[in-house]
């Protein structure tokens, strides 16, 4: 079993539309997730760190769900501008990440 | 932008060669961590560097190797490639061993 798993998609929404992946991690003492937005042939970008207590950035939510051991991300309102690959990130040891192979979400007119 | 350069940008080598790729770090990063991120999948990380020593490694063999230097700007040097190396070699800076990372734009390898 892969140390994070998540659906590759791809996820086709329209514009408006209000989008969820998740992200299932196999180690239950991590402690630290981050969800990395990146863009076809790009560096992947920090979009946002989650914590216990949840983040929400904008448009943006990150939950935590340590009993079943998944993290999700939640975009309202998607823009065409969000169309891209979104990787979801655990901190191991020696402070490496370990992604998983990423969800990509087209957003459409 | 996170201020992480990499160079080169693209490069294409054959097999059996060796290559050197460069990371420069953010300003007042210390530690560097370098992936490779094959197509379709995530970023794998291949080893830290923090204050010039290596600081933990994956599951990489020995030809994978690097450097980091005193102004904590980095190489990785890998040899003997093979097909499979052919990937985005992505390094990420941060401010301490167990700080957030910021990526840079990564160097595309082609591995004839």
């Known amino acids: 079993r892969k140390e994070v798993e998540q659906d590759p998609g791809p996820f086709n929404v329209p514009e408006g539309a209000t989008v969820a992946f998740n992200c299932t991690y196999s180690?239950?003492?991590?402690?630290?997730f981050f969800w990395y937005r990146q863009d076809c042939r790009k560096e992947p970008k920090l979009l946002m760190s989650?914590?216990?207590s949840g983040n929400e950035d904008g448009r943006f939510t990150a939950q935590l769900n340590r009993a079943s051991q998944y993290i999700s991300l939640l975009i309202r309102d998607s823009k065409l501008s969000d169309s891209a690959t979104y990787l979801c990130?655990?901190?191991?040891?020696?402070?490496?990440?370990?992604f998983g192979a990423g969800t990509r979400l087209a957003v459409h007119p | 932008e996170t201020g992480v350069t990499q160079s080169p940008t693209h490069l294409i080598k054959t097999r059996g060669q060796q290559v050197t790729l460069r990371c420069s770090s953010q300003?007042?990063?210390?530690?560097v961590s370098w992936y490779q991120q094959a197509l379709g999948q995530g970023p794998q990380f291949i080893f830290q560097?923090?204050?010039?020593?290596?600081?933990g490694r994956g599951n990489f063999p020995p030809r994978f190797s690097g450097l980091q230097f005193p102004n904590y700007s980095s190489e990785l040097n890998v040899n003997a490639l093979e097909l499979d190396d052919s990937a985005l070699y992505l390094c990420?800076?941060?401010?301490?061993?167990?700080?957030?990372?910021?990526f840079g734009p990564g160097t595309r390898l082609l591995v004839l």
């Open positions: 990420a800076s941060s401010p301490g061993s167990q700080e957030t990372q910021y």
């Open positions: 180690n239950s003492a991590s402690q630290s």
């Open positions: 989650v914590y216990s």
């Open positions: 990130a655990e901190k191991g040891g020696y402070n490496k990440l370990i």
């Open positions: 300003s007042g990063h210390n530690t």
């Open positions: 560097y923090y204050r010039e020593e290596e600081n």
